[in-house]
């Protein structure tokens, strides 16, 4: 059986940055930025410290600790609690990223043909784009909605969500399950699911 993993969203920085280490600070050129590292390019000797602390302009410092590295390249890795990651990240992401950067997880632009299961009604929709933590879809007709809903299509089995917004026939679900159960159902589908040996 094939074993999948989430391929955490990264961003690509291109700034700079100043890696803090006990015999000082390096400045760096900040590379790609995800939740659970940092991909940098150090402009001096890091020496062999275990501990560092990365500094991205306007965000204070990050605890990390070398993984990797690959020419004059350095993977970071943060320490910390995830939640915190996650906060810093997403801050980031509204300072430097893209609109699609924004977005928790990567989407993928479909049409497939679904159906809305809502309060013992089957609605059919249009899946307009799909993602671990969410979908949009256009309803056949326009009905107002709200609250838990079931999606369903030929590609997928059902999958409970809640419906977050509305704009004429067009809603926003965000998926009730983990990314990790939602990537299990979804398998291949969504560019943000990579299958692994």
């Given at each position: 059986?094939?074993?999948l993993?989430?391929?955490?969203?990264q961003?690509?920085?291109q700034?700079?940055?100043?890696?803090?280490?006990?015999?000082?600070?390096v400045?760096?050129?900040?590379?790609?930025?995800?939740?659970?590292?940092?991909?940098?390019?150090?402009?001096?000797?890091?020496?062999?410290?275990?501990?560092?602390?990365?500094?991205?302009?306007?965000?204070?410092?990050?605890?990390?600790?070398?993984?990797?590295?690959?020419?004059?390249?350095?993977?970071?890795?943060?320490?910390?609690?995830?939640?915190?990651?996650?906060?810093?990240?997403?801050?980031?992401?509204?300072?430097?990223?893209?609109?699609?950067?924004?977005?928790?997880?990567?989407?993928?632009?479909?049409?497939?043909?679904?159906?809305?299961?809502?309060?013992?009604r089957?609605?059919?929709c249009?899946?307009?784009?799909m993602?671990?933590?969410?979908?949009?879809?256009?309803?056949?007709?326009?009905?107002?909605?709200?609250?838990?809903?079931?999606l369903?299509?030929?590609?997928?089995?059902?999958?409970?969500?809640?419906?977050?917004?509305q704009?004429?026939?067009?809603?926003?679900?965000?998926?009730?399950?983990?990314?990790?159960?939602?990537?299990?159902?979804?398998?291949?589908?969504?560019?943000?699911?990579?299958?692994?040996a």
């Amino acid at each position: 059986m094939t074993e999948l993993r989430l391929v955490e969203q990264q961003v690509a920085l291109q700034q700079p940055g100043t890696i803090q280490t006990p015999d000082g600070a390096v400045d760096c050129e900040i590379l790609t930025l995800a939740r659970s590292g940092a991909l940098v390019r150090p402009l001096g000797d890091l020496g062999e410290a275990e501990e560092l602390f990365l500094a991205v302009r306007g965000f204070g410092q990050l605890a990390c600790k070398p993984v990797d590295s690959d020419g004059d390249c350095l993977e970071l890795a943060f320490c910390g609690d995830p939640e915190s990651q996650d906060a810093v990240f997403q801050d980031i992401l509204e300072r430097f990223g893209d609109e699609e950067g924004r977005r928790r997880f990567l989407r993928r632009s479909v049409l497939w043909p679904g159906q809305l299961s809502v309060g013992g009604r089957m609605l059919d929709c249009t899946v307009l784009n799909m993602s671990l933590g969410g979908a949009k879809v256009a309803l056949s007709e326009e009905i107002d909605l709200s609250g838990a809903v079931t999606l369903s299509g030929d590609r997928f089995e059902g999958l409970q969500a809640k419906v977050v917004w509305q704009r004429g026939r067009v809603l926003g679900l965000q998926f009730s399950q983990e990314p990790a159960q939602i990537a299990n159902v979804l398998g291949n589908l969504l560019p943000a699911i990579k299958a692994s040996a």
